[in-house]
């Protein structure tokens, strides 16, 4: 079995920052993909960020400037520096990892959620 744990949301002023941050533990092989989705209230779920195992990252481009995704490898653990924070970035944030249990099978594990409130 595999689980990610995020930590790290709160609430914070539009201007300021937060660090997200998500470990994955379990019956790991391998790990490719890590990512982070959010979903605001009465909104659908929309992608934030992605990073591969080798580093390249991907943003929507609601966030491009403002946040920076990380990984570290060693650790199974993937990061979301959230800057400039606005109004509008306040939702829950979900962190994803496309997980190998071995060397063929593989399946998108989720954390459980983490709120982020911006308040204006």
């Known amino acids: 079995q595999v689980q990610l744990v995020e930590s790290g949301g709160g609430l914070v002023e539009s201007g300021g920052s937060l660090r997200l941050s998500c470990a994955a533990s379990?019956?790991?092989?391998?790990?490719?993909?890590m990512g982070w989705h959010r979903q605001a209230p009465g909104k659908e779920r929309e992608l934030v960020a992605t990073?591969?195992?080798?580093?390249?990252?991907k943003y929507a481009d609601s966030v491009k400037g403002r946040f920076t995704i990380s990984r570290d490898n060693a650790k199974n653990t993937v990061y979301l520096q959230l800057n400039s924070l606005k109004p509008e970035d306040t939702a829950v944030y979900y962190c994803?990892?496309?997980?190998?249990?071995?060397?063929?099978?593989?399946?998108?594990?989720w954390g459980q959620g983490t709120q982020v409130t911006v308040s204006s």
């Open positions: 379990g019956s790991i092989f391998s790990i490719n993909n």
């Open positions: 990073i591969t195992s080798g580093g390249s990252t």
């Open positions: 994803n990892a496309a997980v190998y249990i071995n060397s063929w099978s593989s399946r998108t594990y």
